[in-house]
């Protein structure tokens, strides 16, 4: 069987990310091609100061393992891991009246805290090795705050 492409999902969820930053009020433009390492930049204007934002997402139902890279950390200030819940293990479709998707807003110190890395040198966060991680949840107030 090839590879399930998930390119499309991906896409959705820095979009998803995106309307939600900018219906909470943050201003946020999204990197479109040669922004290596950061998928939105929110910005404050008036202080001239602004946040890079790596969005990272998982489909299926309730994945909760996120990938972050090599050894290397991309230099961003957030990131929004989008638990999109949009696909069951069998690749059907779920819609979002089923299962909606969830965001959890984490500052990269906390991302390098709670960081594993796999035999491979693969690094991945898992939210359920986060202290409080539902504190994280559509955070946005932590890129507020950052930005003013």
């Known amino acids: 069987m ?13 979009f998803l990310v995106l309307s939600k930053m900018l219906l909470v009020g943050i201003e946020t433009y999204k990197a479109y091609v040669n922004f290596e390492g950061y998928d939105l930049l929110a910005v404050n204007p008036l202080k001239n100061k602004s946040a890079s934002i790596q969005v990272k997402s998982k489909n ?12 290397t950390l991309p230099k961003v200030d957030f990131y929004v891991f989008a638990q999109t819940n949009s696909l069951a293990r069998n690749y059907a479709i779920i819609p979002d009246s089923d299962m909606p998707p969830n965001l959890y ?12 890395t796999d035999k491979k040198g693969n690094q991945y966060l898992l939210l359920s090795s986060l202290k409080n991680g539902n504190i994280h949840k559509d955070d946005w107030d932590s890129i507020k705050k950052f930005i003013k």
């Open 2 to 14: 090839s590879r399930f492409n998930t390119k499309l999902f991906s896409s959705g969820a820095e």
């Open 60 to 71: 299926f139902r309730g994945d909760s393992s996120f990938r972050l890279g090599k050894k």
């Open 105 to 116: 807003v984490i500052d990269i110190k906390t991302v390098k805290k709670y960081k594993k």
